[in-house]
């Protein structure tokens, strides 16, 4: 397997970025307000999937890339369950975003996993 040469190379950031674009289509829909409620919170949550993950990437050390990839961990079920409000506030159907969600973690798990071999 070839190393990442960007962070655009990676697959989490890829599915994570399709993540944000879902976000966005899915939150334009709530009532006008959520401008500076739900909607901020849940765009905010999800821009900071990837965004950690391009910060991380770039990180030399192995312990401060684990400490981007665990905030972006966090950054992912804080937005899983603004999902789980929103659907449940009847604004939409978020069962497709929030497998979306469970991908990603299942990526990311997978990722921190290959760095800590590196540091045992």
Sequence with gaps: MEKAQSFQDLVVWKKAH???LSVYNFSKSFPANEIYGLTSQ???????????????????????????YNITEASLVEARYFLILAK????????EIILQTEEIGKLLTGLIRSIKKVII
Aim: proline share 3%; glycine share 8%; aromatic share 10%.
């Design 42 to 68: 849940l765009r905010r949550a999800a821009v900071s999937v990837p965004a950690n993950i391009v910060e991380g990437f770039k990180r030399a050390g192995l312990s401060d890339k684990l400490r981007f």
């Design 88 to 95: 449940d506030l009847n604004y939409g159907d978020s069962n």
């Design 18 to 20: 399709q993540f944000v």
